[in-house]
């Protein structure tokens, strides 16, 4: 939730009007004005009451108008509005239209109704309030979020037809899973049922989506299957239109041009479309009669809303199955801590595949140690490789397959450090990092240089131990691809990374480097893996290091063949890590039973609810000494964030508010009626409050 729009702006009284009162009264016209008096109210269900599209708290409720004559037809529930509020004309959604009011005082007229299309059904409306509620925002907050802007020349034209019923589709590679078959029954039948999926390795899962969501639409309900990224949502979109037809199937994406994301949200909102595929804008897309709503790889961080009040998609997709009485699918190769208490709480059922089945599709993983004298050693930098890595590589491309290299970084070298006593390597003119420019200069490579001053340092020298050799703390991907080429001539090189994703790879031999969440598809599948400098991903300081990295390690091992076929994965991993014997077990259940276990230990997230307040000290001690704290409340920190200033002290602070999962509600709306006293005192300073955050450490 934010604050920095500044409540100055609004010149209310200190404290708010009581609720459903009228924000501003009739001005007393002038005499060259036409009097108020002149409209009459509408003959029937004269109230309206509005939902202003105004981000401060202590307005987080509606008001009533009343609805003139001539707006009679036109001001139905959900439509847009302009009302005048606080001396200004302002935006906002007219929630539903009543008989009588409980303010006491002449009540303002709407100014007019922008559109008589009802965009906000109630439907939609308990939604964007259970949101906001669960996250301590606002209503309008959510709004910005659920509904797109409106396009006037999208919305007058005529809708599509509905589409017509699809043909229940083939299920039986569902078969393959248990509990697989029942839950495609129960979503026939239009039963809820709610199911986290561990796709197995290789596993064309957008089909598998597709025919969950084609099993829906044939009995008439809707689906909402929501993906991290844009690569995602063409595979899947592409197998929806397979089994439904494309005039049954949308793609919402936030991307899409005004006009075009517009013409489609209508179209689902209308019911022309029973299946919508998108990345996180598409969570809140108004379908009729949902059945379904699934999630690919929850916990990938593209799920999380940047924008106040945060919200999660796992969250609302659960908000939105449990209010519609709707299924709700998790699914994705790895497995997050949050989608394993779902099934220790038995609100979800496991949909895993039999340890026979999983084995027969696995590829075979090899785990190697960090060696550092041979990582010392200069023929060994040169490749970065062990010995069983050049094999498994070699034996692809005598399969004629690819291979695909993960790197845990973009770029060519991102850091360096002494090559004997491993110190970070800092400039000596402003103690910078040092890292290699790339290129080269009179045929020479170029020096290393400091990445804050620019300045080359020719004639480096440890200040620990007085080497003159250098290292790379992480070898990024430019810099791969260059010894890969040196180690493996006459073979192809790909990288996809942040310039350039590439969303597939023809299945001939070639080497594919890329960054994670980067990894194409291949045709046939990849002859191995190698999954580089585990140790910089297991080493992050963060709370999900270790599920992170397993998440990553499975989307790419997930692309090899099985092992039968020939399929290798070398993850450059310590063996006797958790992290890298569930995957070498390939068991994300187990890993994930682990975290939970953790984390209900050290009283982290999803145990624990938890709310970040960051901003200035003085901000966040305010905001603290107003924040009434459940009974298990605790307050952990502030600590500084960012650079400290000249004399030591922080600019930003952060602090953690712990309570209990029973208690979350109430913490929610603690900070919610924080920030609203916050709001009504006009206070200048921003400070940012988001409830359950993804970075805790």
Same mark, same amino acid.
């Given at each position: 939730?934010?604050?920095?729009?500044?409540?100055?702006?609004?010149?209310?009284?200190?404290?708010?009007?009581?609720?459903?009162?009228?924000?501003?009264?009739?001005?007393?016209?002038?005499?060259?004005?036409?009097?108020?008096?002149?409209?009459?109210p509408a003959p029937e269900r004269p109230i309206a009451r509005i939902v202003v599209d105004i981000?401060?708290?202590?307005?987080?409720?509606?008001?009533?108008?009343?609805?003139?004559?001539?707006?009679?037809?036109?001001?139905?529930?959900?439509?847009?509005?302009?009302?005048?509020?606080?001396?200004?004309?302002?935006?906002?959604?007219?929630?539903?239209?009543?008989?009588?009011?409980?303010?006491?005082?002449?009540?303002?007229?709407?100014?007019?109704?922008?559109?008589?299309?009802?965009?906000?059904?109630?439907?939609?409306?308990?939604?964007?309030?259970?949101?906001?509620?669960?996250?301590?925002?606002?209503?309008?907050?959510v709004l910005r979020l659920a509904l797109p802007p409106r396009h006037a020349k999208a919305e007058g034209e005529p809708p599509p037809p509905p589409a017509a019923l699809p043909e229940p589709p083939d299920t039986a590679a569902w078969g393959r899973y248990q509990r697989g078959p029942a839950f495609l029954e129960a979503l026939a039948e239009g039963k809820p049922a709610n199911a986290v999926w561990q796709a197995l390795p290789g596993e064309d899962w957008p089909r598998r989506l597709a025919e969950a969501a084609a099993t829906v639409a044939a009995s008439g309900r809707g689906a909402v299957l929501v993906v991290p990224d844009h690569r995602d949502l063409t595979r899947v979109y592409e197998a929806c239109a397979a089994l439904v037809g494309e005039d049954a199937v949308v793609a919402l994406i936030a991307g899409l041009?005004? @006009?075009?994301?517009?013409?489609?949200?209508? #179209?689902?909102?209308?019911? *022309?479309?029973?299946? %919508?595929?998108?990345?996180? $804008? /598409?969570?809140?897309?108004?379908?009729?009669?949902?059945?379904?709503?699934?999630?690919?790889?929850?916990?990938?961080?593209?799920?999380?809303?940047?924008?106040?009040?945060?919200?999660?998609?796992?969250?609302?997709?659960?908000?939105?199955?449990?209010?519609?009485? @709707?299924?709700?699918?998790?699914?994705?190769? #790895?497995?997050?801590?949050? *989608?394993?208490?779902? %099934?220790?709480?038995?609100? $979800? /059922?496991?949909?895993?595949?039999?340890?026979?089945?999983?084995?027969?599709?696995?590829?075979?993983?090899?785990?190697?140690?960090?060696?550092?004298?041979?990582?010392?050693?200069?023929?060994?930098?040169?490749?970065r490789l062990p010995a069983v890595a050049f094999e498994a590589a070699r034996q692809a491309f005598a399969a004629n397959l690819p291979a695909l290299v993960q790197?845990?970084?973009r770029g060519y070298v991102p850091g360096l450090a002494c090559g004997?006593?491993?110190?970070?390597?800092?400039?000596?003119?402003?103690?910078?990092?040092?890292?290699?420019?790339g290129g080269s200069l009179d045929g020479q490579p170029k020096p290393p240089a400091c990445r804050w001053c620019g300045v080359p340092d020719t004639a480096f020298r440890c200040p620990a131990c007085g080497s003159v050799r250098l290292r790379a703390v992480v070898v990024g991907a430019k810099r791969t691809a260059e010894e890969l080429g040196r180690a493996f001539p006459g073979i192809p090189i790909r990288t996809s990374g942040a310039a350039e994703v590439l969303a597939s790879v023809p299945g001939k031999p070639s080497l594919v480097v890329c960054t994670p969440g980067a990894e194409p598809v291949a045709e046939g599948g990849y002859g191995a893996a190698l999954l580089l400098d585990g140790w910089a991903l297991l080493g992050r300081q963060d709370l999900r290091a270790g599920e992170e990295t397993l998440r990553r390690w499975m989307a790419a091992a997930a692309l090899v063949r099985p092992a039968s076929d020939g399929g290798r994965v070398i993850v450059g991993a310590e063996a006797g890590l958790a992290v890298v014997q569930a995957l070498v077990r390939w068991d994300p259940a187990w890993h994930a039973a682990q975290e939970l276990a953790e984390r209900r230990e050290l009283g982290f997230p999803p145990a624990m609810r938890m709310a970040s307040v960051e901003g200035?000290?003085?901000?966040?001690?305010?905001?603290?000494?107003?924040?009434?704290?459940?009974?298990?409340?605790?307050?952990?920190?502030?600590?500084?964030?960012?650079?400290?200033?000249?004399?030591?002290?922080?600019?930003?602070?952060?602090?953690?508010?712990?309570?209990?999962?029973?208690?979350?509600?109430?913490?929610?709306?603690?900070?919610?009626?924080?920030a609203a006293r916050r709001d009504a005192r006009k206070a200048t300073e921003p400070i940012r409050v988001q409830v359950d955050p993804l970075d805790l450490i």
């Open positions: 939730m934010s604050s920095s729009e500044s409540a100055a702006l609004w010149e209310l009284p200190e404290e708010p009007p009581p609720a459903k009162a009228a924000p501003s009264r009739a001005r007393k016209p002038s005499k060259a004005q036409k009097p108020k008096g002149a409209q009459q981000p401060l708290a202590h307005l987080d409720r509606t008001f009533d108008y009343l609805v003139p004559e001539k707006l009679h037809d036109a001001a139905v529930p959900g439509c847009r509005v302009r009302v005048r509020f606080a001396g200004q004309l302002v935006d906002g959604y007219l929630i539903e239209r009543g008989e009588t009011s409980d303010y006491g005082s002449k009540l303002a007229f709407l100014d007019r109704v922008t559109s008589a299309e009802p965009v906000l059904p109630p439907s939609l409306h308990a939604l964007c309030r259970s949101v906001a509620d669960r996250y301590g925002g606002t209503l309008s907050d041009g005004p @006009a075009e994301r517009y013409r489609r949200w209508l #179209a689902v909102l209308r019911g *022309a479309v029973r299946v %919508v595929v998108g990345t996180r $804008a /598409a969570m809140f897309a108004p379908v009729h009669d949902p059945g379904l709503f699934a999630v690919w790889d929850d916990g990938d961080d593209l799920h999380l809303d940047q924008h106040a009040p945060y919200p999660h998609v796992r969250d609302v997709l659960m908000d939105r199955a449990h209010a519609a009485k @709707a299924s709700l699918l998790v699914g994705g190769f #790895a497995r997050t801590a949050e *989608a394993q208490l779902l %099934v220790e709480s038995g609100w $979800a /059922a496991p949909v895993l595949a039999e340890r026979a089945v999983l084995r027969s599709a696995a590829p075979r993983v090899t785990p190697v140690g960090e060696d550092f004298d041979l990582a010392r050693d200069e023929a060994a930098r040169v490749a790197v845990p970084r004997n006593c491993r110190t970070p390597a800092h400039c000596r003119r402003c103690a910078g990092p040092l890292a290699l420019p200035s000290p003085d901000a966040v001690a305010g905001f603290l000494a107003d924040l009434p704290l459940p009974s298990s409340g605790e307050v952990l920190g502030p600590v500084p964030i960012g650079e400290l200033d000249e004399e030591g002290n922080a600019e930003r602070e952060r602090a953690l508010v712990r309570v209990s999962r029973a208690e979350g509600k109430a913490l929610a709306a603690s900070i919610h009626a924080a």
